[in-house]
């Protein structure tokens, strides 16, 4: 529990040595295999707007990264029954008059967990004490009335970084995705700091939690059981392979129940022993867990500091080139397929204006989920909207986002990612159906045109030259062949390119390794 350990925020790298430079080295205390039910805490908000204050004092400031830096920090989850706008607050007030004030914006979608977190970090030479107090405050503001909110894991605290000169660099790298995780507060209360209105707003018992373990910094941390693609704490393990039959990333054993009622959305869940399961029945009781995607044994800070971060420099220029040229060669596919041409190419011809400027224009100047102005073209990523993963070109149908919308959308269907209110505005600027926007469907026009050009594709379009040349070990034909197995898989078709091209050409094809593939 947050106040029975000690408040390190960054205790990895100070509890253990790492045995290797990529970072495979574990806790020893938590798999990742186990998971916490906890209540939140919820008030029903008979107005349009909600502002809860806090305060912790005193605080002593610590200096994070080997830059003589102060670090302060506010975040948590909530889960509205309405769209609302977020404005975040932290201040740090010190005993010498020292100020110094940090605030964030965003939207957060009704009926699921969202997060949020803000930070202040100076220069620790601006202080003459050490010493003082944070201050935070917590807006939320909606169109109608606000009522049901579920809030957990709100704490406010200062931020101590373990004297590592690389972290500061690391830190600075898509920061927003990470938060709060990314400040190791120990986040298994409702409010580890309450709210000064809490006594007067009468707070309830909220909704019933699931925390799992990140097996790094031993942690419990929330997930969402009702929309696992909502990532929050963790990554999906399994997504276009779900269901994830890897127990130890897809089943938890429980550890500490305090939710006296399971409600339907964790009962569903639950995984009982088969001797159990004919006397339990509705029982309020769950010794494990299971869930259908899968998630990561380390918490999404972890994955960033202790995994990526290590292995992103292995990844020389030749590696990255590959996956740009992946990415590409599915995007030109897709369009040979369906006989298009490239969207910017053929939008500046048909229209004489540049397709990302009509992108950017059509949404308002605005990233479509969170609502942040971009103030030029070049702050927008153009998302498919329907995944190219799932053989969806790039259109008119595209959806306009910031930088952390679009990493965190990444491969979702509109569906995984959108509330309903979200996903009806979408049909109605992008003109896709909502039908389709609520599916998971894959382009099966696609699929289609490929077994019709079955010969071309393995033996003109997979042969090009950049495609075929070998880069560490793998070949791009092969990732290629590769991204397109999976979309079949997902779309439950029963078709086999390697099959089908046998039949027609009567021959193995060349393009690919099938060294590994007996069957053939």
Known sequence: MHN????????????????QKSGFTVSGETTGGECKLKKAQAIDVNSTSLTLTFEKNPIQIVSSFMKNLAFVAFGGYIFPSTNVRLRAVVQYIGDDGYEAIC?????????????????????????????????????????????RTDFFGLDLDTVYYYKDKNL??????????????????????????????????????????????????????????????NTISFSNHCVSRAPC??????????????????????LKKRILPEAAQSTLGNADTASKIGTYYGYQLECR??????????????????????DSLRRRALEVLVDELLGRKWIYHAFRLE?????????????DKKCFNCGQELRFPTEMVIDHTMPLAMLWPLGVTATCLCHTCNSQKRDKFPVDFYSGAKLRELAKITGLSEDLLHSRAVNTKVL??????????????LMEPDYQKVRKGKKTSDLIYKAIRV???????????????????KRLPRSIDLSDKAEY
């Open 168 to 229: 500061w660099s690391h830190f600075k790298q898509k920061t927003s995705m990470y938060l709060p995780e990314i400040y190791y507060f120990d986040m298994e209360e409702a409010f580890t700091v309450k709210p000064k209105e809490y006594q007067e707003m009468s707070f309830l018992p909220g909704r019933c939690v699931v925390l799992k373990s990140c097996n790094r910094c031993t942690r419990y941390l929330l997930i969402d059981v009702e929309n696992e693609r």
């Open 103 to 147: 605030e964030a914006r965003k939207l957060i979608s009704r009926n699921k967990w969202g997060k949020f977190g803000v930070h202040c970090i100076f220069d620790m030479k601006n202080l003459e004490s050490p010493a003082g107090k944070i201050q935070s405050e917590l807006k939320l503001e909606s169109i109608t009335r606000i009522s």
């Open 4 to 19: 029975k350990r000690p408040k390190t925020k960054f205790r990895s790298p100070i509890r253990r040595q790492t045995r």
């Open 448 to 461: 289609d045109a490929l077994k019709k050009k079955i010969i071309w594709f393995f033996d003109e379009f």
């Open 301 to 322: 800070s972890c994955k960033k500091y202790y995994v990526n971060a290590p292995l992103n420099p292995m990844r020389d220029s030749t590696q990255h080139r590959e």
């Open 351 to 363: 229209k004489g204006k540049e397709f990302d400027i009509y992108i950017w224009e059509r949404f």
């Open 487 to 505: 979309a079949i898989n997902a779309s439950g078709a029963k078709f086999d390119p390697v099959t089908e091209y046998i039949e027609k050409a």
């Open 245 to 266: 039959n890897h127990p130890l990333f897809s089943t938890y054993r429980v550890v500490e129940n305090e939710c006296k009622i399971l409600p339907a959305y964790i």
